[in-house]
């Protein structure tokens, strides 16, 4: 009888953005079923921390600086990644993000930017690595990271949350074009998550002890607005990402996971300081 299971022993993963926050997350975990991992982050420092840490975990990584909005740039680290393990079985376009601001205020060089982080980026890494998966003949999964701001109203971050809803959609899709070669496609959709990015730490260092972390006033307003009461952790992408990748998920495509606390199911309702649901705003 054919049993699948979560291993990922002998798979060859790309992570783009896997320097820092949820791609590191899920790089580590991979790593620790059992895959290759290709580390593609534009901060080579990040990619290096990465890598490493892979290696001390007695997992193989290869890291690759990569700025995913750069089409030569993704093509030359997907053809690296191709000839440094020989196979590529597994995609994960996690790179993305944005600061908020009305698009009111908003350039056109702003859009162009946001855009081509959180749309254009995927459309090259995908197109490039589409090639290796179908020659590879061994089916493959592709996850794209988009976010609850992909199916909600996105206030302040209007062109960010049309690029997460062109991310689920081209999911779909794409599903259906690469469905004849067992490359499932499905996306993650995370609500509020804390990483170094929430607080346009992109820069910043690679100790992760020294990411920002949330008061304690901040997270009990969190609490009343997330139905599990937390924000998100980055290793529960990762877990997700590990299923959506594994033999578990092999009938699952097309589709998408909110990791999200129950964030997209409460749609407006929110707990007021008593811990009572109300859809009034008597907080
Ligand atoms: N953190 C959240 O609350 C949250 C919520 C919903 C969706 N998301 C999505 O999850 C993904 C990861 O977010 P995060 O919070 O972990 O971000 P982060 O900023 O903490 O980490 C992003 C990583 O991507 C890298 N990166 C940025 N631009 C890049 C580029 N052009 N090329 C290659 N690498 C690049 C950065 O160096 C960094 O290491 C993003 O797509 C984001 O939109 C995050």
């Known amino acids: 009888m054919h049993v699948p299971d979560i291993s990922l022993k002998g798979k060859v993963a790309i992570v783009t953005g896997a320097g820092g926050g949820i791609?590191?997350?899920?790089?580590?975990?991979?790593?620790?079923?059992g895959a290759h991992l290709v580390i593609a982050d534009k901060i080579a420092q990040r990619c290096e921390e990465?890598?490493?840490?892979?290696?001390?975990?007695?997992?193989?990584?290869f890291a690759v600086p990569c700025d995913v909005t750069d089409t030569d740039q993704v093509r030359a680290m997907v053809d690296s990644a191709r000839a440094h393990f020989g196979r590529i079985d597994i995609l994960v376009n996690n790179a993305?993000?944005?600061?908020?601001?009305?698009?009111?205020?908003?350039?056109?060089?702003?859009?162009?930017?946001?855009?081509d982080l959180n749309l254009m980026s995927m459309l090259a890494t995908t197109s490039a690595t589409i090639p290796h998966l179908i020659e590879g003949g061994n089916g493959g999964a592709i996850i794209n990271i988009s976010s609850i701001e992909g199916s909600r109203a996105a206030p302040n971050f209007a062109v960010y949350?049309?690029?997460?809803?062109?991310?689920l959609n081209f999911t779909r899709s794409m599903a259906l074009e690469l469905a004849e070669y067992?490359?499932?496609?499905?996306?993650?959709?995370?609500?509020?998550?804390?990483t170094p990015g929430l607080r346009g730490n992109v820069?910043?260092?690679?100790?992760?002890?020294?990411?920002?972390?949330?008061?304690?006033?901040h997270l009990a307003a969190t609490a009343r607005r997330i139905p599990l009461g937390r924000p998100g952790?980055?290793?529960?992408?990762?877990?997700?990402?590990?299923?959506?990748?594994s033999g578990m998920s092999e009938y699952v495509t097309?589709?998408?996971?909110?990791?999200?606390?129950?964030?997209?199911?409460?749609?407006?309702?929110?707990?007021?300081?008593?811990?009572q649901w109300t859809l009034t705003g008597d907080l």
């Open 23 to 33: 791609g590191r997350a899920i790089a580590l975990a991979y790593a620790s079923v």
């Open 50 to 61: 990465v890598a490493g840490r892979i290696d001390e975990l007695d997992g193989e990584a």
């Open 96 to 115: 993305g993000g944005v600061v908020a601001k009305a698009f009111k205020d908003q350039s056109e060089h702003a859009w162009q930017r946001i855009i």
């Open 161 to 167: 949350g049309a690029c997460k809803a062109g991310m």
């Open 182 to 194: 067992g490359i499932r496609v499905n996306a993650i959709a995370p609500d509020y998550t804390i």
């Open 203 to 217: 820069k910043g260092p690679v100790d992760p002890a020294s990411w920002w972390q949330p008061s304690e006033e």
């Open 233 to 245: 952790l980055d290793t529960e992408c990762g877990n997700v990402a590990v299923f959506l990748a």
């Open 254 to 275: 097309g589709t998408v996971i909110p990791v999200d606390g129950g964030s997209w199911a409460s749609s407006g309702w929110l707990r007021n300081r008593a811990g």
